[in-house]
Protein backbone atom coordinates (compact mmCIF):
# COMPACT_ATOMS: atom_id res chain seq x y z
CA UNK A 1 0.00 0.00 0.00
CA UNK A 2 2.83 2.35 0.66
CA UNK A 3 4.66 2.12 -2.75
CA UNK A 4 1.46 3.38 -4.19
CA UNK A 5 2.57 6.64 -2.72
CA UNK A 6 5.22 8.30 -5.12
CA UNK A 7 3.12 6.49 -7.89
CA UNK A 8 0.15 8.37 -6.71
CA UNK A 9 1.58 11.27 -6.56
CA UNK A 10 3.35 11.38 -9.93
CA UNK A 11 -0.20 10.86 -11.02
CA UNK A 12 -1.94 13.50 -9.48
CA UNK A 13 0.87 15.51 -10.43
CA UNK A 14 0.29 14.79 -14.54
CA UNK A 15 -3.07 14.90 -13.84
CA UNK A 16 -2.50 19.07 -13.03
CA UNK A 17 0.31 19.80 -15.19
CA UNK A 18 -2.33 18.34 -17.96
CA UNK A 19 -4.89 20.62 -16.79
CA UNK A 20 -2.83 23.52 -16.10
CA UNK A 21 -1.94 22.79 -20.08
CA UNK A 22 -5.17 22.56 -21.39
CA UNK A 23 -6.64 25.62 -19.74
CA UNK A 24 -4.00 27.67 -21.40
CA UNK A 25 -4.57 26.53 -24.56
CA UNK A 26 -8.62 27.43 -23.69
CA UNK A 27 -7.54 30.94 -23.11
CA UNK A 28 -5.28 30.79 -26.13
CA UNK A 29 -8.17 29.34 -28.65
CA UNK A 30 -10.66 32.09 -26.95
CA UNK A 31 -8.20 34.98 -27.30
CA UNK A 32 -7.80 33.79 -30.76
CA UNK A 33 -10.79 33.64 -31.69
CA UNK A 34 -11.24 37.32 -30.63
CA UNK A 35 -15.03 38.33 -30.61
CA UNK A 36 -14.61 37.34 -27.21
CA UNK A 37 -11.67 39.32 -26.20
CA UNK A 38 -13.11 42.34 -28.27
CA UNK A 39 -16.65 42.09 -26.08
CA UNK A 40 -14.58 42.28 -23.17
CA UNK A 41 -12.35 44.93 -23.68
CA UNK A 42 -15.39 47.08 -25.01
CA UNK A 43 -17.20 46.68 -21.47
CA UNK A 44 -13.55 47.44 -19.66
CA UNK A 45 -13.46 50.34 -21.85
CA UNK A 46 -17.35 51.80 -21.48
CA UNK A 47 -16.72 51.14 -17.30
CA UNK A 48 -13.25 52.84 -17.75
CA UNK A 49 -14.88 55.68 -19.32
CA UNK A 50 -17.49 56.30 -17.03
CA UNK A 51 -15.47 55.84 -14.04
CA UNK A 52 -12.93 58.19 -15.70
CA UNK A 53 -15.54 60.73 -17.18
CA UNK A 54 -17.30 61.37 -13.94
CA UNK A 55 -13.88 61.56 -11.72
CA UNK A 56 -11.77 63.76 -14.20
CA UNK A 57 -12.35 67.64 -14.59
CA UNK A 58 -14.11 68.47 -17.63
CA UNK A 59 -13.51 71.03 -19.93
CA UNK A 60 -15.05 74.17 -18.82
CA UNK A 61 -15.42 75.81 -22.53
CA UNK A 62 -18.62 73.52 -22.57
CA UNK A 63 -22.15 74.13 -21.50
CA UNK A 64 -22.92 72.51 -18.27
CA UNK A 65 -24.16 68.81 -19.24
CA UNK A 66 -22.24 68.50 -22.22
CA UNK A 67 -18.98 68.79 -20.60
CA UNK A 68 -19.51 66.11 -18.86
CA UNK A 69 -21.18 64.06 -21.72
CA UNK A 70 -18.27 64.87 -23.77
CA UNK A 71 -15.88 63.59 -20.91
CA UNK A 72 -17.47 60.42 -20.71
CA UNK A 73 -17.10 59.97 -24.76
CA UNK A 74 -13.61 61.09 -25.03
CA UNK A 75 -12.40 58.75 -21.61
CA UNK A 76 -14.26 55.90 -23.72
CA UNK A 77 -12.35 56.07 -26.71
CA UNK A 78 -9.39 56.88 -25.28
CA UNK A 79 -10.31 53.32 -23.09
CA UNK A 80 -10.91 51.43 -25.78
CA UNK A 81 -8.17 52.08 -27.87
CA UNK A 82 -5.91 51.81 -25.20
CA UNK A 83 -7.23 48.37 -23.55
CA UNK A 84 -7.99 46.91 -27.72
CA UNK A 85 -3.68 47.03 -28.07
CA UNK A 86 -3.50 44.43 -25.44
CA UNK A 87 -5.09 41.10 -27.22
CA UNK A 88 -2.56 41.04 -29.92
CA UNK A 89 0.03 41.30 -27.40
CA UNK A 90 -0.71 38.70 -25.56
CA UNK A 91 -1.49 36.84 -28.27
CA UNK A 92 2.05 37.48 -29.73
CA UNK A 93 3.93 36.24 -26.40
CA UNK A 94 1.98 33.26 -25.62
CA UNK A 95 2.59 31.91 -29.09
CA UNK A 96 6.20 33.57 -29.04
CA UNK A 97 5.29 34.29 -32.96
CA UNK A 98 4.55 37.10 -34.94
CA UNK A 99 3.20 35.01 -37.92
CA UNK A 100 0.35 36.91 -39.48
CA UNK A 101 0.94 40.68 -38.40
CA UNK A 102 1.95 42.85 -40.96
CA UNK A 103 5.37 44.64 -39.81
CA UNK A 104 4.72 47.09 -42.13
CA UNK A 105 1.50 47.92 -40.41
CA UNK A 106 3.56 47.92 -37.30
CA UNK A 107 5.67 49.94 -38.15
CA UNK A 108 3.64 52.62 -39.83
CA UNK A 109 1.63 52.60 -36.23
CA UNK A 110 4.93 53.46 -34.48
CA UNK A 111 5.34 56.55 -36.93
CA UNK A 112 2.55 57.42 -37.00
CA UNK A 113 1.71 57.71 -33.30
CA UNK A 114 4.62 58.90 -32.68
CA UNK A 115 3.70 62.42 -34.86
CA UNK A 116 0.13 62.50 -33.41
CA UNK A 117 1.14 62.20 -29.95
CA UNK A 118 3.98 65.60 -30.73
CA UNK A 119 1.39 67.19 -32.38
CA UNK A 120 -1.29 66.26 -29.20
CA UNK A 121 1.50 67.36 -26.62
CA UNK A 122 2.84 70.52 -28.06
CA UNK A 123 -1.11 71.75 -28.62
CA UNK A 124 -2.00 70.87 -25.06
CA UNK A 125 1.18 72.01 -22.78
CA UNK A 126 3.14 74.68 -24.88
CA UNK A 127 1.35 77.95 -24.44
CA UNK A 128 3.25 79.46 -27.33
CA UNK A 129 1.93 76.99 -29.94
CA UNK A 130 -1.81 76.94 -28.04
CA UNK A 131 -1.88 80.86 -29.11
CA UNK A 132 -0.55 80.50 -32.50
CA UNK A 133 -3.42 77.87 -32.70
CA UNK A 134 -5.97 80.43 -31.34
CA UNK A 135 -4.74 83.32 -33.72
CA UNK A 136 -4.98 80.80 -36.79
CA UNK A 137 -8.75 79.84 -35.88
CA UNK A 138 -9.96 83.08 -34.58
CA UNK A 139 -9.73 82.61 -31.14
CA UNK A 140 -11.05 79.11 -31.08
CA UNK A 141 -9.18 76.84 -28.47
CA UNK A 142 -7.62 73.65 -29.95
CA UNK A 143 -9.86 70.02 -29.60
CA UNK A 144 -7.32 68.08 -27.89
CA UNK A 145 -8.14 67.13 -24.48
CA UNK A 146 -6.31 65.46 -22.01
CA UNK A 147 -7.30 62.02 -23.35
CA UNK A 148 -6.52 62.55 -26.61
CA UNK A 149 -2.56 62.91 -25.05
CA UNK A 150 -2.78 60.14 -22.67
CA UNK A 151 -4.28 57.98 -25.67
CA UNK A 152 -1.21 59.04 -27.99
CA UNK A 153 1.77 58.41 -25.78
CA UNK A 154 0.08 54.73 -24.77
CA UNK A 155 -0.24 54.14 -28.19
CA UNK A 156 3.64 55.05 -28.62
CA UNK A 157 4.04 52.11 -26.17
CA UNK A 158 2.44 50.26 -26.90
CA UNK A 159 3.23 49.96 -30.66
CA UNK A 160 7.12 50.19 -29.47
CA UNK A 161 5.97 46.53 -27.80
CA UNK A 162 4.72 45.14 -30.77
CA UNK A 163 8.28 46.14 -32.94
CA UNK A 164 10.06 44.45 -29.95
CA UNK A 165 7.85 41.65 -30.31
CA UNK A 166 8.42 41.43 -34.02
CA UNK A 167 12.49 42.12 -33.29
CA UNK A 168 12.12 38.98 -30.97
CA UNK A 169 9.68 36.43 -31.62
CA UNK A 170 9.53 34.30 -34.87
CA UNK A 171 8.81 35.79 -37.76
CA UNK A 172 8.42 33.02 -40.34
CA UNK A 173 9.63 34.39 -43.10
CA UNK A 174 7.69 37.84 -42.95
CA UNK A 175 10.18 40.91 -44.04
CA UNK A 176 9.49 44.62 -44.10
CA UNK A 177 8.38 45.95 -47.40
CA UNK A 178 10.59 47.92 -49.68
CA UNK A 179 7.50 50.38 -50.56
CA UNK A 180 7.42 50.66 -46.33
CA UNK A 181 11.15 51.60 -45.85
CA UNK A 182 10.63 53.71 -48.83
CA UNK A 183 7.89 55.48 -47.31
CA UNK A 184 9.65 55.80 -43.63
CA UNK A 185 12.72 57.53 -45.70
CA UNK A 186 10.80 60.09 -47.33
CA UNK A 187 8.56 61.05 -44.66
CA UNK A 188 11.79 61.36 -42.03
CA UNK A 189 13.48 63.70 -44.71
CA UNK A 190 10.36 65.75 -45.51
CA UNK A 191 10.42 66.46 -41.95
CA UNK A 192 14.07 67.29 -41.54
CA UNK A 193 14.20 69.43 -44.18
CA UNK A 194 10.53 71.65 -42.20
CA UNK A 195 12.20 71.31 -38.52
CA UNK A 196 15.31 72.71 -40.32
CA UNK A 197 13.10 75.67 -42.04
CA UNK A 198 11.50 76.49 -38.67
CA UNK A 199 14.92 76.47 -36.70
CA UNK A 200 16.37 79.01 -39.27
CA UNK A 201 12.82 81.05 -39.28
CA UNK A 202 12.94 80.78 -43.27
CA UNK A 203 9.67 82.06 -44.54
CA UNK A 204 6.26 79.91 -44.93
CA UNK A 205 7.88 77.82 -41.87
CA UNK A 206 6.66 78.01 -38.29
CA UNK A 207 6.28 75.57 -35.32
CA UNK A 208 2.67 75.41 -35.87
CA UNK A 209 2.96 74.32 -39.44
CA UNK A 210 5.36 71.64 -38.27
CA UNK A 211 2.87 70.35 -36.24
CA UNK A 212 0.57 70.29 -39.03
CA UNK A 213 2.98 68.63 -40.98
CA UNK A 214 3.48 65.09 -38.56
CA UNK A 215 -0.84 65.40 -37.78
CA UNK A 216 -1.01 64.97 -41.73
CA UNK A 217 1.63 62.22 -41.56
CA UNK A 218 -0.20 60.62 -38.96
CA UNK A 219 -3.41 60.70 -41.42
CA UNK A 220 -1.84 59.52 -44.22
CA UNK A 221 0.08 56.63 -41.95
CA UNK A 222 -3.36 55.47 -40.92
CA UNK A 223 -4.92 55.98 -44.33
CA UNK A 224 -2.74 53.56 -45.51
CA UNK A 225 -1.31 51.75 -42.44
CA UNK A 226 -4.29 49.05 -42.92
CA UNK A 227 -3.80 47.87 -46.17
CA UNK A 228 -0.46 45.53 -45.83
CA UNK A 229 -2.30 43.72 -43.55
CA UNK A 230 -5.45 42.86 -45.55
CA UNK A 231 -2.82 42.21 -48.39
CA UNK A 232 -1.35 39.90 -46.26
CA UNK A 233 -4.55 37.89 -45.00
CA UNK A 234 -5.45 37.82 -48.60
CA UNK A 235 -2.32 36.38 -49.78
CA UNK A 236 -2.84 33.83 -46.80
CA UNK A 237 -6.24 33.58 -47.31
CA UNK A 238 -6.25 33.40 -43.12
CA UNK A 239 -6.54 36.42 -40.41
CA UNK A 240 -4.46 33.56 -38.24
CA UNK A 241 -2.20 35.40 -36.20
CA UNK A 242 -3.77 38.48 -36.74
CA UNK A 243 -6.46 38.87 -33.23
CA UNK A 244 -10.22 40.69 -34.85
CA UNK A 245 -10.33 41.97 -31.21
CA UNK A 246 -8.08 45.08 -32.77
CA UNK A 247 -10.73 45.64 -35.63
CA UNK A 248 -13.97 45.52 -33.42
CA UNK A 249 -12.08 47.41 -30.34
CA UNK A 250 -10.75 50.23 -33.04
CA UNK A 251 -14.17 50.63 -34.64
CA UNK A 252 -15.82 50.68 -31.02
CA UNK A 253 -13.30 53.63 -30.18
CA UNK A 254 -13.49 55.40 -33.62
CA UNK A 255 -17.39 55.80 -32.59
CA UNK A 256 -16.64 57.41 -29.34
CA UNK A 257 -14.00 59.94 -30.66
CA UNK A 258 -16.56 60.82 -33.56
CA UNK A 259 -19.54 61.32 -31.12
CA UNK A 260 -17.38 63.76 -28.95
CA UNK A 261 -16.27 65.88 -31.40
CA UNK A 262 -20.34 65.79 -33.17
CA UNK A 263 -21.05 66.68 -29.53
CA UNK A 264 -18.28 69.52 -29.10
CA UNK A 265 -18.80 71.02 -32.41
CA UNK A 266 -22.83 70.81 -31.37
CA UNK A 267 -22.23 72.38 -27.72
CA UNK A 268 -20.71 75.26 -29.06
CA UNK A 269 -21.95 75.91 -32.46
CA UNK A 270 -18.66 75.53 -34.06
CA UNK A 271 -17.62 73.31 -36.67
CA UNK A 272 -14.35 74.09 -36.98
CA UNK A 273 -13.75 71.61 -33.79
CA UNK A 274 -14.07 69.37 -36.81
CA UNK A 275 -12.25 70.97 -39.35
CA UNK A 276 -9.38 72.50 -36.53
CA UNK A 277 -7.94 68.60 -35.66
CA UNK A 278 -8.94 67.11 -38.82
CA UNK A 279 -6.54 63.86 -38.19
CA UNK A 280 -8.36 63.63 -34.97
CA UNK A 281 -11.89 63.17 -36.98
CA UNK A 282 -10.31 61.59 -39.49
CA UNK A 283 -9.07 58.73 -37.54
CA UNK A 284 -12.04 57.58 -36.60
CA UNK A 285 -13.84 57.42 -40.00
CA UNK A 286 -10.68 55.74 -41.12
CA UNK A 287 -10.75 53.11 -38.05
CA UNK A 288 -14.09 52.13 -39.29
CA UNK A 289 -13.90 51.78 -42.50
CA UNK A 290 -10.91 49.97 -42.54
CA UNK A 291 -11.65 47.55 -39.25
CA UNK A 292 -15.02 46.59 -40.68
CA UNK A 293 -13.34 45.60 -44.24
CA UNK A 294 -10.99 43.74 -41.96
CA UNK A 295 -13.21 41.89 -39.70
CA UNK A 296 -14.92 41.24 -43.36
CA UNK A 297 -12.48 39.53 -43.65
CA UNK A 298 -11.83 37.06 -40.68
CA UNK A 299 -15.45 36.44 -40.13
CA UNK A 300 -16.87 35.66 -44.01
CA UNK A 301 -13.78 35.46 -46.45
CA UNK A 302 -11.59 33.43 -44.85
CA UNK A 303 -13.36 31.22 -42.27
CA UNK A 304 -11.41 28.25 -44.04
CA UNK A 305 -9.93 27.81 -40.33
CA UNK A 306 -11.81 25.51 -38.17
CA UNK A 307 -12.90 26.85 -34.88
CA UNK A 308 -10.23 25.93 -32.53
CA UNK A 309 -11.92 26.55 -29.21
CA UNK A 310 -14.30 24.18 -30.07
CA UNK A 311 -11.80 21.31 -31.17
CA UNK A 312 -10.60 21.93 -27.73
CA UNK A 313 -13.49 21.13 -26.43
CA UNK A 314 -14.13 17.93 -28.98
CA UNK A 315 -10.21 16.82 -27.56
CA UNK A 316 -11.12 16.89 -24.20
CA UNK A 317 -14.70 14.72 -24.64
CA UNK A 318 -13.26 12.23 -26.73
CA UNK A 319 -9.30 11.91 -25.52
CA UNK A 320 -9.74 13.21 -21.70
CA UNK A 321 -6.09 13.97 -20.06
CA UNK A 322 -5.27 10.86 -22.41
CA UNK A 323 -4.84 12.63 -25.48
CA UNK A 324 -1.03 13.64 -26.44
CA UNK A 325 0.77 16.80 -25.47
CA UNK A 326 2.90 18.71 -28.70
CA UNK A 327 5.50 20.78 -27.74
CA UNK A 328 5.40 24.20 -27.53
CA UNK A 329 7.21 24.99 -30.69
CA UNK A 330 5.19 22.04 -32.26
CA UNK A 331 2.06 23.84 -31.36
CA UNK A 332 2.92 26.89 -32.79
CA UNK A 333 3.98 25.54 -35.98
CA UNK A 334 0.72 24.01 -35.99
CA UNK A 335 -1.04 26.90 -35.26
CA UNK A 336 1.00 28.96 -38.22
CA UNK A 337 -0.49 26.37 -40.50
CA UNK A 338 -4.00 26.96 -39.25
CA UNK A 339 -4.61 23.18 -38.52
CA UNK A 340 -4.46 22.75 -34.62
CA UNK A 341 -5.59 18.51 -34.19
CA UNK A 342 -8.53 18.16 -31.99
CA UNK A 343 -5.98 17.05 -29.42
CA UNK A 344 -3.62 19.59 -29.27
CA UNK A 345 -2.81 21.14 -26.03
CA UNK A 346 -0.06 23.60 -25.74
Keep these: MLSDGPACSQSTSWRAGRSSAWQLARFQAVLEEGHAAAGFTILISVLMGLVLGFAVATDKNLPEGYDRASSILGWTYFACWWVGWYPQLIQNYLRKSVVGISFDFSIYNFIGFLCYSTFNCMLFFEPATRRAYRRLHEGVNSAVRVNDVAFSLHCVFASFLGLLQIALYEKGGQKVSRVCWTACTVTGGLCLVYLAGVIFSLQHFSALGFLYLLSYIKLLFTIVKYLPQMWLNHKRRST ?7 ALTDMSGGLFSLSQQILDAYALKDMSILTGDVVKSALGLVSIFYCAVLA ?16 LEEGEAAGGEEGPLLSGQQARESMRQGSLDAQTVL
Design 296 to 311: GQHYFMYRDNPDKLGR
Design 240 to 246: AGWNVSN
